[in-house]
């Protein structure tokens, strides 16, 4: 393809303006986020990019470059309604600014991501937060960035119809170069920690995507709630699962459902492990996140149940890699991606070992990418 204004002119007939979001991947703390938890994702230097120019009309016309789709819409539309489309989540975000009182203007728009669509590195809040700041930006409607990645977290949950909690949007928000965040996912306050330079993030693709992903989604976090109703009978302090310890578990344990135990005991010590991950960082210890790495995988496989064979193998290829300080699934699970952390100047030799040993085990190549922690959402030349 032409660089992404020359395909606009071609297109459009006018010079764009361009806006870029990035996609993320989380190092540590897995189901956290709707516990009110913490998280510690990394803004990737893969980026969905957003190319934008004004009408005179009420219309968005939209193509994603990705798709080779094109869709209309209007902004003055009564009562939008979802496609079940892609187009849900650029329309979803038009929709959800309008309500908050921005008034948008008509635009032509391009689109073009390299954030792999639908693998877990959330092509879905970088596509929502680059249009989101595009739209606003060509409408002169300014937002403080917390209030896009709430919108776009909103469009997600409200139009699109995935209850997704609020660390993609932040992450692609608020990403930095050279730095993981963070993120307490109650106060929405973060702090970025330094990646050291010898180690590489790289993300593994299994390329698979087991069907009951959704459901199960939607099974855990009611698991939580319920969790969270028996261990508030006796301390109604606890409102969610991040108000909660190991002892709050083993007092009430004889009151929990045997599987809700487990679900809840993940979500407590992966909290925990979060906070250890990010001392371990600020020290440089890398050996010491690793181990957590490990541990939040254990955990995901046997507490949360949310790993699957193909996520369990590239794990296990990865720990019989030399120079590998951690990996583990990285997502919501049942498919999709891990996350390693490996030595630079091993690189090479992991993906040619993981490649070999999932190939010879599934018949098929993993995906493997060697990311930069980027900075997050803003308009670029
Ligand atoms: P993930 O966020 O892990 O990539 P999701 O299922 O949450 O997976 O979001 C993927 C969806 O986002 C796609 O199915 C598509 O509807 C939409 N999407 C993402 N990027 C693009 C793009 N460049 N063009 C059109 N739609 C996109
Ligand atoms: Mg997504």
């Given at each position: 393809m032409l660089p992404l204004p020359d395909a606009f002119r071609q297109l459009y007939g006018q010079p764009p303006r361009l806006f870029r979001a990035p996609g993320r991947v989380n190092l540590i703390g897995e189901h956290t986020d709707y516990n009110d938890g913490f998280v510690m994702p990394v803004a990737i230097d893969l980026a969905c990019w957003v190319a934008i120019a004004p009408r005179d009309d009420r219309r968005l016309v939209v193509r994603s470059h990705n798709l080779q789709e094109t869709v209309e819409l209007d902004l003055d539309e009564a009562h939008p309604r979802p496609r079940?489309?892609?187009t849900d989540y650029v329309q979803g975000v038009a929709v959800v600014l309008q309500q908050s009182g921005r008034r948008l203007r008509g635009a032509n728009v391009l689109i073009q991501s390299e954030v792999p669509i639908g693998?877990?590195?959330s092509s879905s809040a970088a596509i929502e937060v680059a249009t989101g700041l595009a739209l606003l930006n060509n409408s002169g409607e300014p937002m403080k960035k917390l209030d896009l990645a709430r919108a776009c977290q909103r469009a997600e949950n409200e139009f699109v119809g995935a209850r997704c909690g609020i660390m993609d949007q932040f992450a692609a928000c608020f990403g930095q170069p050279g730095h993981a965040l963070l993120l307490?996912?109650?106060?929405l306050e973060s702090r970025p920690l330094p990646l050291p330079a010898e180690v590489a993030l790289v993300i593994c693709d299994s390329g698979v995507r087991h069907e009951l992903a959704g459901g199960e989604y939607n099974t855990r976090r009611a698991q939580c709630e319920s969790g969270v109703r028996v261990l508030a009978r006796?301390?109604?302090?606890?409102?969610?699962?991040?108000?909660?310890t190991m002892g709050d578990l083993e007092r009430d344990s004889k009151e929990l459902d045997e599987v809700v135990y487990r679900r809840c005991r993940h979500v407590v010590t992966e909290n925990a492990r979060v906070l250890q991950a990010a001392e371990a960082l600020e020290k440089r210890d890398l050996r010491e996140f690793g181990r957590l790495m490990a541990e939040s995988h254990r955990s995901l496989r046997?507490?949360?149940?949310?790993?699957?064979a193909e996520l369990d193998l590239l794990e296990e290829l990865a720990g019989h890699s030399?120079?590998?300080y951690g990996a583990r699934m990285t997502g919501g699970g049942f498919g999709g991606c891990t996350i390693n952390l490996v030595e630079r100047e091993q690189v090479e030799e992991f993906r040619r070992s993981v490649s070999v040993g999932y190939q010879q085990a599934t018949g098929r190549l993993p995906k493997v990418y060697v990311c930069e922690a980027a900075a997050g959402a803003g308009e670029t030349e």
């Amino acid at each position: 393809m032409l660089p992404l204004p020359d395909a606009f002119r071609q297109l459009y007939g006018q010079p764009p303006r361009l806006f870029r979001a990035p996609g993320r991947v989380n190092l540590i703390g897995e189901h956290t986020d709707y516990n009110d938890g913490f998280v510690m994702p990394v803004a990737i230097d893969l980026a969905c990019w957003v190319a934008i120019a004004p009408r005179d009309d009420r219309r968005l016309v939209v193509r994603s470059h990705n798709l080779q789709e094109t869709v209309e819409l209007d902004l003055d539309e009564a009562h939008p309604r979802p496609r079940k489309s892609w187009t849900d989540y650029v329309q979803g975000v038009a929709v959800v600014l309008q309500q908050s009182g921005r008034r948008l203007r008509g635009a032509n728009v391009l689109i073009q991501s390299e954030v792999p669509i639908g693998s877990g590195l959330s092509s879905s809040a970088a596509i929502e937060v680059a249009t989101g700041l595009a739209l606003l930006n060509n409408s002169g409607e300014p937002m403080k960035k917390l209030d896009l990645a709430r919108a776009c977290q909103r469009a997600e949950n409200e139009f699109v119809g995935a209850r997704c909690g609020i660390m993609d949007q932040f992450a692609a928000c608020f990403g930095q170069p050279g730095h993981a965040l963070l993120l307490d996912c109650r106060s929405l306050e973060s702090r970025p920690l330094p990646l050291p330079a010898e180690v590489a993030l790289v993300i593994c693709d299994s390329g698979v995507r087991h069907e009951l992903a959704g459901g199960e989604y939607n099974t855990r976090r009611a698991q939580c709630e319920s969790g969270v109703r028996v261990l508030a009978r006796h301390r109604p302090q606890i409102h969610a699962l991040r108000d909660a310890t190991m002892g709050d578990l083993e007092r009430d344990s004889k009151e929990l459902d045997e599987v809700v135990y487990r679900r809840c005991r993940h979500v407590v010590t992966e909290n925990a492990r979060v906070l250890q991950a990010a001392e371990a960082l600020e020290k440089r210890d890398l050996r010491e996140f690793g181990r957590l790495m490990a541990e939040s995988h254990r955990s995901l496989r046997e507490d949360y149940e949310v790993s699957c064979a193909e996520l369990d193998l590239l794990e296990e290829l990865a720990g019989h890699s030399a120079g590998v300080y951690g990996a583990r699934m990285t997502g919501g699970g049942f498919g999709g991606c891990t996350i390693n952390l490996v030595e630079r100047e091993q690189v090479e030799e992991f993906r040619r070992s993981v490649s070999v040993g999932y190939q010879q085990a599934t018949g098929r190549l993993p995906k493997v990418y060697v990311c930069e922690a980027a900075a997050g959402a803003g308009e670029t030349e």
